[in-house]
């Protein structure tokens, strides 16, 4: 039963996602918590929240919280506020308490919050839009009395928690990623078909532009923060699952050397974050699916899985938590697209068949099992069931109208693109706007090219192979909340690129990232990506074409992704670009 409930003044949480923690010996003290009866609910009671928690920073409240009864405790009693530095923060909080960090003996806000999550996702908690508050469910209080002496799990809270997580679908989509035959994946290979792609709070690294990036360092040191630091939100939750299920034996982790070619050239590099599903986790993996003797185990589902990030998050919670209820409640298992768009118009929600078809697609992606085919999705999964709130204006915002314009358009490129137009406004994952953008010009677009990046070098070069008169691109790519006005400094600074490459001195310039043009190439361009452009932007561009005598253009995401249609259909030509994005006499109207 999916229930909707119009709810005031909730609160809205990001539930249904994991990036940290991973240690299953603390998710099992978190759950103790909200059990009354057990030693770990005594011991913060009696001693860790008296010695922990200053009077000041609300000891007799948490103390309170724990006392009440019936025992459903509030959302920031739980996790807490932290301070900057994080590191100086003081223990506010009841999960701080709980779990000892790395270097204190309590945790801070962040990682607390991340265990409300987990102990929630996997279904040992329930939550209370009202209250903004936690209760123990009963598979919660079967795990806190199968509690084991010491660190170490017992065999019924390890048969307690494979339970919990083939109970939650991204895990069931991981091993299934994994149970492909000879499958040994990275998390960048994970993550690329895990949860909904195409959107900023899923978004995955380009694995082929991550090794052609390795490949230009000898430094080991750099080698290692870009195998660990350039990663998508997609890819961590992927690394954060895969995790879980090699501590619980259902898989196993492996690095795996990953070979690139591009060109005549070939990058190899080893990853080590990749994972290989085990015997016990085939096995698992055929009962929760339902093969065989056994029954489908029913999937925990909640609300906030269907959006993480961006103003749009509650509309599309909505939209998608609406479908997901149309389907897992149709009697005959199958619904037509058409029959779901009249469904939504029910909640006052306009819906094209291309967002609705992405929107299941995103349901497979985060480990439902349903298909679809032709104009008709067939549901063959079992949830428990899970409460829609209302509340609050949830209203599709400009960014999503552009995106959900694209979907009807996009047929010859892959959807996945579509986070552009979130990280194009996104200054945090300004490294993946980068790496999507060289990913779309060099594998969609047709380019040969290469994201650079780092100090002294632009974000990345493409050029032609084979055209009559071949050509190259230097790129910058900027991802501004508001837009980017190409200020002075960083008009000078591309300026300072095509100089460069003219002069190509490695005295000036020993990194010599011009190197990584084709020989033969003797034209070039710049170009500047972005969300959209404002202020005196063409006046910048002129003065860059003045100075240098090189052409280039201002391109908004937007239409980069609409000539990569273009060009994927065959209605334009790599030549073609160079004469309408690069014009020499630069007009605000011509890329705008």
């Not at 137009?421 to 996104?426: E, G, M, S, T, V």
């Not at 300004?430 to 060289?438: K, V």
């Amino acid at each position: 039963m999916v229930s909707v409930l119009n709810i005031e003044n909730a609160k809205s949480r990001t539930f249904g996602w994991v990036q940290n923690p991973g240690n299953f010996r603390s998710l099992c003290d978190v759950v103790a918590i909200h059990d009354a009866n057990s030693a770990k609910h005594l011991d913060l009671r009696s001693r860790l929240i008296p010695a922990l928690v200053s009077p000041e920073d609300g000891q007799a409240e948490l103390i309170s919280a724990l006392d009440a009864r019936p025992l459903r405790i509030g959302y920031v009693h739980l996790v807490g506020t932290g301070t900057n530095p994080r590191a100086n923060a003081p223990c506010n909080a009841i999960i701080q308490a709980a779990v000892r960090g790395q270097r204190k003996p309590y945790t801070d806000d962040w990682t607390a919050a991340g265990f409300v999550r987990w102990a929630y996702c996997l279904g040992f908690i329930r939550y209370n839009y009202a209250e903004d508050s936690f209760s123990i469910t009963e598979s919660g209080l079967r795990l806190s009395a199968a509690r084991a002496e010491g660190d170490a799990l017992s065999p019924e809270e390890r048969s307690l928690l494979v339970e919990a997580v083939l109970a939650y679908p991204p895990a069931i989509r991981v091993l299934s990623l994994l149970a492909q035959e000879n499958a040994h994946l990275t998390k960048f290979e994970i993550g690329r078909k895990l949860g909904f792609t195409g959107e900023g709070g899923f978004t995955s690294m380009p694995q082929s532009v991550l090794i052609r990036a390795m490949s230009e360092t000898t430094d080991p040191v750099e080698k290692t923060r870009m195998r660990n630091n350039w990663e998508g939100t997609s890819d961590k939750y992927a690394r954060m699952i895969s995790s879980w299920l090699v501590k619980l034996g259902l898989a196993r982790s492996k690095p795996k050397s990953v070979k690139v070619i591009a060109g005549a050239e070939a990058c190899t590099e080893l990853i080590g974050h990749a994972f290989e599903i085990t015997a016990q986790g085939i096995a698992a993996l055929r009962r929760a699916k339902g093969t065989g003797r056994h029954w489908h185990i029913k999937k925990n589902i909640c609300y906030e899985m269907f959006a993480t990030k961006g103003a749009g998050r509650e509309f599309l919670r909505k939209r998608r938590a609406l479908v997901l209820k149309k389907l897992a409640e149709a009697e005959s298992g199958r619904v037509t697209i058409s029959e779901l768009s009249v469904f939504l118009k029910g909640f006052e929600i306009e819906s094209t068949p291309s967002v609705i078809a992405d929107d299941i697609c995103g349901f497979i992606n985060m480990g439902l099992d349903v298909c679809l085919e032709s104009e008709t999705a067939y549901w063959r999964d079992s949830i428990n069931g899970f409460v829609i709130p209302i509340f609050g204006e949830a209203t599709r915002t400009p960014l999503e109208e552009r995106k959900d314009e694209l979907r009807a358009v996009l047929k010859n490129i892959s959807h996945e693109y579509l986070s552009l137009i979130d990280l194009a406004y996104d200054s945090v994952q300004h490294r993946l706007f980068e790496a999507m953008t060289l990913k779309l010009l060099t594998d969609e677009y047709g380019y040969a090219g290469l994201h650079l990046g780092g100090g002294r070098k632009p974000d990345g070069v493409i050029y032609t192979e084979g055209l009559e008169n071949d050509y190259g691109v230097i790129i910058d790519t900027k991802a501004y909340a508001e837009g980017y006005s190409v200020p002075i400094a960083q008009a000078d600074e591309m300026q300072r690129y095509i100089q460069e490459n003219q002069r190509r001195d490695a005295l000036e310039n020993p990194n010599k990232w011009w190197r990584h043009f084709a020989e033969p190439v003797r034209l070039f361009y710049f170009m500047f990506v972005s969300g959209h452009f404002k202020g005196q932007y063409s006046s910048q561009i002129s003065r860059i074409i003045r100075i240098t005598g090189v052409a280039g253009a201002a391109v908004e995401i937007f239409n980069l992704l609409l000539t990569a249609e273009r060009v994927k259909g065959g209605e334009e030509s790599l030549s073609g670009i160079a004469r309408s994005f690069f014009p020499r006499d630069y007009e605000d109207e011509t890329l705008s």
